[in-house]
C-alpha cells in the first residue's frame, strides 16, 4: 500500500511537455515537417552499401529507443499546455487497454505503408510513386482524421480542405518538375557521352535506382496505391488513441506505435529479402545477416540517426495536434509538406539540380510557394 502510494505521489508531482499557444503549436508542428523532410537524408548517405531492409531495421529500433527516451524526459516536463500538469505515466492508469491497442495498431499498419512507399518509390520512379503515395496519404489522412474528430470546431473546415487541396497540388507540380529534371540531366550527359540518346540514358538510370525490374505495371501500381491508402490510415488511428478525455498521451501513444513498428519490423524485414516486392528471385536471410554484421559501424549510425530524426519529427506532430490548440488533421495537414524540405535539401545541399534550366528551377520556385500558401 505504501508503495502504490508513493508512486501516486509520484506521478501527480511529475508533467509533460504540451504546447500552451499557437505560436509553439504552430513552431511544433513545422518542427514535425522539417524531421519528416530530412531524415530520409541518411538513406541517401547509405546508398548501396548496405540493404535497405538492414538499414530499415536499425531505423526500426531508433525509432523505439528515442520514443521511450523522449517520454522520460519531455513526457516528465511541466508545461501549461492541455494535459501538461500530468506526466504520461498517468496513461497507464487512466486509458483503456484499447487504446493503446489503436496506437499499436497505427505503428503497425504506417509500418507496412513506410515499406511499400520505399519500394514503390524504387520501383516505379519518384515522379509517378510519390503523388501516387503521398499524395493519396496527404488527402485521406487528412479527411479521415477530420470525419473522426470529436470537436470539428477547432478546425476551419474549409480552410482545412483548401489547404489540403494546395498542398497535393504541390506534391503533383514537385513529381512534375522531378521528372523534368531527370530528363535534362540525362539529355546533357547524353550530350557530354555521346554515346547514348535521352531515352538509353534514362532507362539505365532507372534500372540502376531500381526503378525497372521484374514488377509488372500493374503490381507497381498496386504497391504505390495501397500504400498510399495504408499511409492515410495511421493518423486517424493515432487520433483515436489520444481522442477524449481518457485518451492517451503523444508519449505513450509513440511508445507503443514505434513498438509496433520495431516488432514487425524484425517479422517484415527478412520477409521482404526473401521474397521482394518488387519481385524477382529473394535472397537467403543468413547471407543478409552476414551483411548486416560486416557493414561499416557508420552505416548502422546512419540508420539510428534516421530514426532518432523521423521519431522526433512524429513526436513533435503528435504533441501538436493533440494539444487543443491545432487539430489533429492541421498538424497532419502541416507535417505532409515534408516534401519542401526535401527540395530544399536536394537543392543546396545535394546540389540535385546543377545543370537544370530555368524551366526546372522556376518549377522548383512554384513548389515551394504553393507548400508556403
Not at 548501396?48 to 525509432?63: C, G, P, T, V
Not at 514505434?258 to 526473401?274: H, N
Not at 489533429?328 to 537543392?347: D, R, T
Request: proline share 1%; aromatic share 12%; glycine share 10%.
Amino acid at each position: 500500500a505504501s508503495c502504490n502510494y508513493l508512486r501516486q505521489v509520484y506521478v501527480r508531482r511529475l508533467a509533460m511537455f504540451v504546447p500552451s499557444n499557437y505560436a509553439v503549436s504552430l513552431v511544433t508542428a513545422l518542427l514535425s515537417m522539417c524531421c519528416w523532410g530530412s531524415w530520409s537524408n541518411f538513406l541517401v548517405f547509405a546508398g548501396d552499401k548496405i540493404r535497405f531492409e538492414l538499414f530499415y531495421i536499425n531505423f526500426s529500433a531508433s525509432i523505439f529507443l528515442t520514443s521511450v527516451a523522449a517520454a522520460l524526459t519531455l513526457g516528465m516536463v511541466s508545461s501549461d499546455g492541455k494535459g501538461g500538469e500530468h506526466s504520461f505515466l498517468r496513461d497507464y492508469g487512466n486509458a483503456s487497454t484499447g487504446r493503446f491497442l489503436l496506437s499499436f495498431l497505427a505503428g503497425f499498419v504506417f509500418n507496412i505503408a513506410n515499406l511499400l512507399l520505399c519500394k514503390g518509390i524504387a520501383m516505379l520512379g519518384l515522379a509517378l510513386a510519390f503523388p501516387l503515395c503521398i499524395g493519396t496519404a496527404l488527402v485521406l489522412g487528412t479527411v479521415v482524421t477530420y470525419a473522426i474528430q470529436e470537436n470539428k470546431a477547432d478546425s476551419n473546415a474549409v480552410l482545412l480542405f483548401m489547404g489540403v487541396f494546395v498542398a497535393f497540388v504541390a506534391v503533383c507540380a514537385a513529381a512534375a518538375v522531378h521528372r523534368c529534371k531527370e530528363q535534362q540531366l540525362a539529355s546533357r550527359r547524353a550530350q557530354e557521352s555521346n554515346s547514348a540518346d535521352v531515352d538509353e540514358v534514362l532507362f539505365e538510370q532507372v534500372s540502376e535506382n531500381g526503378g525497372l525490374g521484374a514488377a509488372s505495371l500493374a503490381r507497381k501500381l498496386t504497391v504505390c496505391i495501397v500504400g498510399g491508402i495504408l499511409m492515410g490510415l495511421w493518423n486517424p488511428l493515432v487520433a483515436l488513441a489520444e481522442a477524449g478525455d481518457h485518451g492517451i498521451s503523444a508519449y505513450s501513444n509513440l511508445i507503443f506505435f514505434t513498438l509496433a513498428v520495431f516488432i514487425s519490423s524484425l517479422g517484415l524485414a527478412p520477409l521482404i529479402i526473401m521474397h521482394p516486392i518488387e519481385g524477382g528471385k529473394g535472397s537467403d536471410v543468413g547471407v543478409a545477416l552476414h551483411e548486416y554484421h560486416a557493414a561499416q559501424c557508420v552505416l548502422h549510425v546512419y540508420g539510428f540517426a534516421a530514426g532518432l530524426i523521423w521519431c522526433l519529427g512524429t513526436l513533435a506532430n503528435a504533441v501538436a495536434g493533440n494539444s487543443g490548440i491545432l487539430s489533429s488533421a492541421e498538424s497532419y495537414a502541416i507535417g505532409q509538406c515534408a516534401n519542401m524540405i526535401a527540395i530544399f535539401w536536394g537543392v543546396f545541399y545535394f546540389r540535385e539540380f546543377e545543370g537544370t534550366n530555368w524551366v526546372v528551377k522556376g518549377g522548383l520556385v512554384l513548389v515551394c510557394l504553393l507548400y508556403v500558401l
